[in-house]
Structures are given as C-alpha cells and as structure tokens.
C-alpha cells in the first residue's frame, strides 16, 4: 500500500520564537529548526506532499486570560506575534488555527486530512513537549501513522518531551530525521 502523507508544521509563529515569550528558544536552535522545516516543505513541494501550518490562537475571554495571565499575552488572535514566523515557505499552504494544545480539538484539522485521503502525518514545529505530541496523540487516535522528524522539533523541556515522544512511540509512532524523509520523498 503506498502511503499517502502529509506534513504538520506545528506552532512556528512569531511570539512563540521572539524574546518576549514566556520559554524563549535559543536564536541557534530556532534558526536550525526554520531551515530545516524549509527544506522539509520544499521537498514536500515538489513531491506534490501537502502542508499544513497549525497555529495556537488564544481568542475570547477565557484564553485571552490564559495568554496573559500565563504566557505574556502571547499568539492572540488578530495579533502580530500570532502569524507565522516570516523565515517560512509557506506561501500557499494550508493553515489551521487551534486553541488547544492538540490540533485536532477544535479544528477543522480531521476533515482536512480525510479530503487529502491523508493516511501518514509527518510532525514538526515546536514545543515538542506540548503541542507536537498533543497532535502526535490526536494523530494516532485518529488512526493514521504518525512520524516524528525528530531534529524539526525543538522544545524547552527536554525531559518531558523524552517522556511523551518514548509514550506515543509506545502507543505506534515512530521517527525520522530530516535527511531521511527528503530521502525518501525528494527526487
């Protein structure tokens, strides 16, 4: 059976990667991740592979107070910082908005993947630790399989990440590393 993938982007905005948010990310690690997932997406571009960017969008009362009670008012609706950071080639993509940790509560997400006739979601974005896995869960709930491109993910939370990505490995997904899906999906 031929697999028929897609590429989850996962949380690369602007706030999430600036000074002012409550976990900064190393400016290296950050700029790695960015040209890595560029490569990744053009890749995916000429294999006709689709993408889609998923955004944590906190809107209304109740998560218009979490950001700014918690998170420094961070990735609110209509906001600068909520946008995709400019470094990305996204031109073109899909885009999906979520106010939950995992990307398919809430989202369109599912009925985008059952139009694509998605079978395989391959994960990158940050923070590995919260959203990445959150989806990584919601993924596999859903019955497809899940890869994580693991040096596409970054986090600030090292061990928990370890932690969820050893679980939802348990639980059917797996890994890969950038090298290796251009490898198999480039040219």
């Given at each position: 059976?031929?697999?028929?993938?897609?590429?989850?982007?996962?949380?690369?905005?602007?706030?999430?990667?600036?000074?002012?948010?409550?976990?900064?990310?190393?400016?290296?690690?950050?700029?790695?991740?960015?040209?890595?997932?560029?490569?990744?997406?053009?890749?995916?571009?000429?294999?006709?592979?689709?993408?889609?960017?998923?955004?944590?969008i906190?809107?209304?009362?109740?998560?218009?107070?979490?950001?700014?009670?918690?998170?420094?008012?961070?990735?609110?609706?209509?906001?600068?910082g909520?946008?995709l950071?400019?470094?990305?080639?996204?031109?073109?993509?899909?885009q999906?908005?979520?106010?939950?940790?995992?990307?398919?509560?809430?989202?369109?997400?599912?009925?985008?993947?059952?139009?694509?006739?998605?079978?395989?979601?391959?994960?990158?974005?940050?923070?590995?630790?919260y959203c990445?896995?959150?989806?990584?869960?919601?993924?596999?709930?859903?019955?497809?399989?899940?890869?994580?491109?693991?040096?596409?993910?970054?986090?600030?939370?090292?061990?928990?990440?370890?932690?969820?990505?050893?679980?939802?490995?348990?639980?059917g997904a797996?890994?890969?590393?950038?090298?290796?899906?251009?490898?198999?999906?480039?040219?």
């Open positions: 059976m031929t697999e028929k993938p897609a590429l989850l982007v996962i949380d690369i905005q602007k706030d999430n990667l600036s000074s002012r948010s409550p976990y900064p990310f190393d400016p290296t690690v950050v700029d790695n991740m960015i040209e890595t997932v560029n490569r990744i997406t053009s890749t995916c571009a000429a294999a006709q592979i689709p993408v889609i960017f998923i955004r944590q906190f809107d209304g009362f109740p998560g218009t107070l979490f950001s700014k009670l918690l998170l420094k008012g961070i990735t609110l609706k209509g906001s600068p909520a946008e950071d400019d470094r990305l080639n996204a031109a073109g993509s899909l999906i908005d979520k106010s939950r940790q995992n990307g398919f509560i809430g989202t369109n997400l599912e009925s985008e993947l059952e139009k694509l006739t998605v079978d395989t979601l391959y994960m990158c974005g940050l923070d590995g630790a990445v896995s959150a989806t990584a869960k919601g993924g596999l709930l859903s019955g497809r399989n899940v890869i994580y491109i693991d040096d596409a993910i970054i986090t600030n939370k090292p061990k928990r990440w370890e932690k969820l990505r050893a679980e939802t490995i348990s639980q797996a890994l890969c590393s950038s090298e290796d899906f251009m490898r198999q999906h480039g040219p």
